[in-house]
């Protein structure tokens, strides 16, 4: 079993940064594959980054070289630096990590990018 809890998200300019962080309670963080998801209103739950128990990472075309996801398993934490935001990454972001057929969902995070 894994508890995940977001924070975080919040309000930004267009351009700006925000760090998103994932805290993880329970055993075994560090053999999850971990990623980062977000939901626009009336849109489906989409994949922003993932990044696994070895370290490999992927991310969505949407965010390359904007969006930089990472790990600190010495501490079961996730991350996800955003930055050059746009309006269109304003969503509900969520943490998920999965194991086989064992899958944990965050509560998610506010993220708006507006001026």
């Known amino acids: 079993q894994v508890q995940l809890v977001e924070s975080g998200g919040g309000l930004v300019q267009p351009g700006g940064s925000l760090r998103l962080s994932c805290a993880a309670s329970g055993s075994s963080f560090s053999i999850y594959t971990m990623g980062w998801y977000r939901q626009a209103p009336g849109k489906q739950r989409e994949l922003v980054a993932g990044?696994?128990?070895?370290?490999?990472?992927n991310y969505a075309d949407s965010v390359k070289d904007r969006f930089t996801i990472s790990r600190d398993n010495t501490k079961n934490m996730m991350y996800l630096q955003m930055n050059n935001l746009k309006s269109e990454d304003t969503a509900i972001y969520y943490c998920k990590a999965n194991r086989g057929p064992y899958i944990y969902w965050g509560q998610g995070t506010q993220v708006t990018v507006s001026s």
């Open positions: 990044i696994t128990s070895g370290g490999s990472t």
